[in-house]
């Protein structure tokens, strides 16, 4: 059943605030649960109750984030069904006095449940952190990024019992995104992103290691290389990671198909998409337009699409290791890279 069903001529207004007592055959029809607004000067009078029976978050299956503390108001142990990791991100613009503007983002861990009747709980960690500056921060910034994301699934637990384990993105992209989508901006510069199993929307170390294209020069030599080059924390283009680090890609047909826009004609040749039409095929191009996709949490979930290949293929060391092997040293050489030199190179995948 809906949440609610309205009828209305433009002039009346009918809510039934409970379908299911209702409409449903078992149901009672309790005459307090239908709300009739029989004129325009009844909606005037009443409109606190009309705005309360419809706002968005009334209807909505993602409530706003709550702590860890609260789930026992909202959810039953034993019902959630499906367990995902996440993040709030905020996006500022920090502007400098002689030096050209730079991001800076601050992350908050989430935790997402998912009921067995299809509703979403997000449920926020106790504080921001601030994704630091220097390049040899960056592990112990995703190291303390895990560290709050593992104590909010035990605090979780400790209310509702033992949890499912979390998801990966794969799966839920599989499974639609009517109801979450994987990235969604819900003010100006802040966003609600699932990681899945993972705790960030980032990793350390790449699902492909050693490759050139990290590297800005490298890729030029290639004949590759994306314009303009990044050579810092930039925010036009949006990119947190530069050239060197293994977070950042310089290669400019990855950059071509991940900015290509989604459309009518080939919405279902991209597969599952959080994106409207005419947005940016890539789940995270408003925040960060250069992120290497091989470190990237939705790495698997954008792969599984046709059109959507990469110049390098996967080593089987880094991709679904347990989130603490991400701190360990470098994997070896992958031998599948590909030297690619034009977007005709592309490989396909079947």
Not at 94 to 101: E, F, L, V
Not at 142 to 156: F, H, P
Not at 339 to 345: A, G, I, N, Q, V
């Amino acid at each position: 059943m809906p949440k609610k069903a309205v009828i209305t001529n433009g002039d009346w207004i009918i809510i039934f605030s409970d379908p299911q007592d209702s409409f449903a055959v078992d149901g009672d029809i309790a005459i307090g649960k239908i709300l009739v607004f029989e004129d325009e000067a009844a909606i005037d009078r009443e409109y606190p109750t009309l705005f309360e029976q419809l706002e968005y978050s009334r209807l909505s299956n993602v409530r706003e984030p709550i702590s860890a503390c609260e789930v026992g108001y909202c959810v039953r142990p034993g019902n959630v069904a499906k367990v995902m990791r996440g993040i709030q991100l905020l996006y500022v613009e920090n502007p400098g006095i002689y030096d050209p503007p730079s991001p800076f983002i601050k992350v908050v861990p989430l935790l997402f449940l998912g009921s067995s009747t299809g509703e979403w709980l997000c449920v926020k960690g106790p504080d921001d952190i601030e994704m630091p500056s220097r390049t040899e921060h960056i592990p112990g910034h995703i190291l303390e990024v895990e560290q709050v994301s593992a104590k909010l699934i035990a605090d979780c637990e400790a209310v509702l019992g033992e949890l499912p384990s979390p998801i990966t993105l794969a799966d839920h992209f599989a499974a639609g995104l009517d109801v979450l989508p994987g990235v969604r901006e819900v003010r100006r510069n802040m966003y609600l992103v699932l990681t899945g199993e993972q705790p960030h929307y980032f990793r350390e170390q790449p699902s492909v290691s050693n490759c050139r294209f990290h590297d800005w020069k490298q890729a030029q030599g290639d004949g590759v290389a994306s314009s303009p080059a990044v050579w810092g924390r930039s925010v036009d283009p949006r990119t947190f990671f530069y050239s060197g680090e293994s977070q950042h890609c310089a290669h400019a047909n990855v950059t071509d198909l991940k900015r290509s826009a989604i459309s009518a004609e080939n919405r279902s040749e991209c597969g599952p998409r959080s994106g409207r039409n005419g947005e940016a095929f890539c789940e995270i191009w408003s925040f960060d337009t250069r992120l290497c996709c091989r470190t990237c949490a939705f790495e698997t979930a954008c792969t599984s699409s046709r059109i959507f290949a990469l110049p390098c293929a996967p080593s089987l060391t880094t991709v679904g290791q347990p989130s603490g092997a991400m701190h360990g040293p470098a994997a070896e050489p992958a031998s599948e890279l590909v030297p690619l030199r034009s977007r005709t190179d592309l490989p396909r995948q079947g």
